[in-house]
């Protein structure tokens, strides 16, 4: 019988979206394996890349942050923007933080504030 750890690392190699996502927390977390945000980053774009939100979110956190990968601000735009028109909450208002407040792009305050009170125009 595997353990929960080899189940799920299992799943995430086989290309269940939701166990790579999974597997990527556990090593940037350090959780029941090394701490590895280069490894964790990978499995991350792997979900990101099929559709999976959440995923898109952390590939997005990477980016912009440089863990597990280079600092890339487009990219990072990109991703938490895929991230939102999926329905993630945290992306969307992140995302409407970048326009509000001008982080990394020129300021659009309203461009944020439509954003946060109508995120399905990410769509």
Request: glycine letters at 8%; a negative charge.
């Amino acid at each position: 019988m595997l353990s929960r750890f080899d189940q799920l690392l299992r799943d995430a190699v086989s290309g269940n979206t939701e166990s790579q996502n999974s597997f990527g927390d556990m090593l940037y977390e350090g959780y029941k394996t090394e701490q590895d945000s280069k490894e964790a980053f990978e499995w991350y774009i792997r979900a990101a890349e099929q559709g999976h939100g959440k995923a898109q979110y952390n590939v997005a956190y990477a980016y912009a942050n440089g863990e597990g990968t280079q600092r890339n601000v487009e990219e990072a735009i990109k991703w938490y923007s895929l991230s939102a028109a999926q329905g993630e909450a945290l992306a969307q208002y992140v995302l409407a933080k970048i326009f509000i407040d001008g982080l990394y792009i020129e300021r659009d305050a309203a461009k944020g504030l439509d954003l946060l009170h109508n995120p399905q125009i990410m769509d």
